[in-house]
């Protein structure tokens, strides 16, 4: 028997275990070597990679690799913007990687999740996304060398800035604390990708979910908007009104839709409300307007041919100052868009309906020797069919109180967004106090008002820049003061008023008025004033003489109706007078020529 073969077996077994230890040790060495080269490796193709799509320096503070996750972390990534800010940074970048994208042209995650990253979304003027080569591939050349797809990327604690420099002025909307989740992104396929998230948006909260691509280019999200400052929206507003927001808070649920997703440019559509409104004059900065509440249902905005649509608003407990300066202009075109000196049409309203609760107005005219102020109150209505496309429309109903609690009451047709003012209001007043009124009357009449009450039937018809009124004025207990303005009418007005006053102490008048809007300074309100006194003059002396001659004689300086309250022998002497002095110049007959030829 050979009993020398277990020994050969031994070394046999021996070799084969020192061989397995050497070749474990290489595969550990390897290993080894692989683990301290594969960063590296990682770090100079993921940092070309960017460097390539965006045309900026990338840098990357260390990459540390997970092989039994399958995980690569990146410290501290950075893409270079403009000056010391990054175009794109984040302090932690930890991605789940495909291992086919070591050997692939293009990079897969199963996920990423970005720690405190910061974005910079510029919209460039000539409408191309900054980082468009990035996120959307190249415009041309090979897409496979472009490959990039994530199954799922998380941001939390993110900040975006997007930048639109497409208006003349850039501006900025920036979210802060962003928590995002965005699914099934591949820039080689044309379909967007899904997003979800929410941040804080100046102190406001706002939630999103929706589509989002960006080659092509496309956005189809919800938004959701809770108490956002409105002077977030400054830069935006200034190109809708020349008015300023100064307060009020917005929440609003509207989809916005553009790109591809979107046949007429960039598109709004939703409902919101903003409370605590207030807004200043562009040129004083004075306060002009504010609102308890401000809602908007069936808003729609488009971009492409400008136009914002509105089924109703509704204003409640609003306020509105308004001003006519010393050269007759007012303020209200603070309510206009700027003019942008392009000649175009400029962008269109149509609200189909404004619903006012409890407003207020505070009217001032400082033309005048003495400012005139009024405020009117508890105004309540409806304005339908406002459209600055057409003209005449603006069905108005409003109710409400002059400051010194008497009853208003507007309606007619009038369209304050057209390009030319234009349409048909009726006003009526009831029994306002005329004391209120004594700046007009004081430069107008060239008297102060004792005492009196008014009810005004005012019949306004705009059209072609021309003002035509035809007003029925009713007063009641007129009595005037000192004189204040002798030049202001040579007719002797409280004789006037003696003979207009009726039996119950009531004087009518019938007013017609034409005003250039362009040049209201042209009419002289006191010839306007004369042929009204004319003609009310007229109507009296179409009954017999003797009935003027009664009233004439009775009235005195004061403008008091002495006749109505003096016996029979008293009124018997004054038609005595009367038919005995009818050439006379102090006469009624005299008065009346007098009237009759005043211009």
């Not at 042209?105 to 468009?132: C, H, K, M, V, Y």
């Not at 496979?144 to 909307?173: C, F, H, K, Y």
């Not at 017999?544 to 029979?568: C, R």
């Amino acid at each position: 028997m050979n009993l020398r073969v277990p020994g050969k077996l031994k070394l046999v077994r021996r070799r084969v275990s020192v061989v397995l230890v050497v070749l474990a040790a290489l595969v550990a060495l390897l290993l080894v070597v692989w683990l301290w080269v594969l960063p590296a490796y990682i770090d100079q193709r993921f940092s070309r990679m960017l460097a390539d799509k965006t045309g900026r320096q990338v840098d990357i503070e260390d990459v540390a690799i997970t092989p039994w996750r399958s995980r690569v972390t990146l410290e501290g990534l950075s893409i270079a913007g403009q000056g010391d800010t990054p175009v794109f940074a984040s302090r932690r970048v930890v991605a789940t990687l495909d291992w086919r994208s070591l050997t692939a042209t293009g990079w897969r995650f199963e996920r990423i999740d970005l720690e405190a990253p910061r974005l910079q979304l510029i919209w460039r003027s000539s409408g191309e996304w900054n980082l468009a080569q990035l996120f959307g591939g190249s415009s041309g050349g090979n897409k496979e060398s472009m490959q990039l797809r994530i199954a799922r990327l998380n941001v939390s604690d993110g900040r975006l800035d997007w930048i639109n420099r497409r208006p003349d002025q850039p501006l900025t909307l920036t979210l802060k604390g962003l928590e995002l989740e965005a699914r099934d992104y591949d820039n080689t396929a044309q379909r967007p990708f899904g997003l979800s998230g929410q941040a804080d948006w100046n102190g406001g909260t706002l939630n999103g979910e929706g589509e989002m691509g960006f080659s092509p280019w496309t956005l189809d999200v919800d938004l959701s908007a809770e108490q956002v400052p409105l002077t977030t929206l400054s830069g935006y507003l200034a190109y809708v009104v020349r008015a300023q927001p100064s307060a009020g808070e917005m929440g609003a649920q509207i989809r916005l839709r553009a790109g591809r997703a979107s046949d007429a440019g960039t598109r709004v559509s939703g409902a919101g409300a903003i409370e605590g409104l207030q807004m200043r004059d562009p040129e004083d900065g004075d306060p002009i307007a504010r609102a308890e509440r401000f809602a908007v249902e069936g808003l729609t905005f488009a971009s492409a041919q400008p136009e914002l649509t509105a089924k109703r608003v509704t204003l409640e407990a609003p306020w509105l100052r308004t001003t006519i300066d010393e050269q007759l202009d007012t303020n209200l075109d603070a309510w206009r868009p700027p003019n942008d000196g392009s000649g175009g049409a400029g962008m269109r309203y149509a609200i189909d309906t404004l619903a006012i609760e409890q407003g207020a107005v505070a009217f001032s005219d400082r033309h005048l020797p003495r400012p005139f102020t009024i405020d009117f109150s508890a105004l309540t209505g409806e304005w339908r069919d406002i459209n600055s496309g057409r003209e005449g429309d603006g069905q108005l109903s409003l109710k409400g109180q002059v400051a010194d609690g008497s009853p208003l009451r507007i309606e007619g047709a009038f369209d304050p967004l057209g390009d030319t003012l234009s349409g048909r209001l009726n006003l009526h007043f009831e029994r306002l106090d005329l004391k209120t009124f004594a700046p007009y009357l004081r430069a107008f009449g060239g008297y102060a008002i004792e005492q009196g009450q008014a009810t005004l039937d005012l019949d306004y018809r705009l059209e072609q820049g021309r003002l035509e009124a035809q007003n029925h004025l009713v007063l009641r207990q007129l009595q005037l003061g000192e004189e204040v303005d002798a030049s202001a009418t040579d007719l002797p007005l409280k004789t006037l008023i003696g003979v207009l006053k009726n039996d119950d102490g009531v004087i009518e008048l019938d007013i017609p008025m034409r005003l250039p809007l362009d040049n209201p300074g042209s009419v002289d309100f006191g010839s306007v004033a004369g042929q009204a006194i004319r003609e009310a003059l007229e109507n009296l002396v179409s009954s017999p003489l003797e009935t003027l001659s009664e009233v004439a004689g009775g009235g005195g300086e004061d403008g008091s109706d002495a006749g109505n309250d003096s016996g029979t022998g008293q009124t018997s002497a004054a038609r005595s007078d009367a038919e005995s002095t009818e050439s006379d110049e102090d006469g009624p007959t005299a008065l009346y020529e007098r009237a009759r030829t005043r211009q």
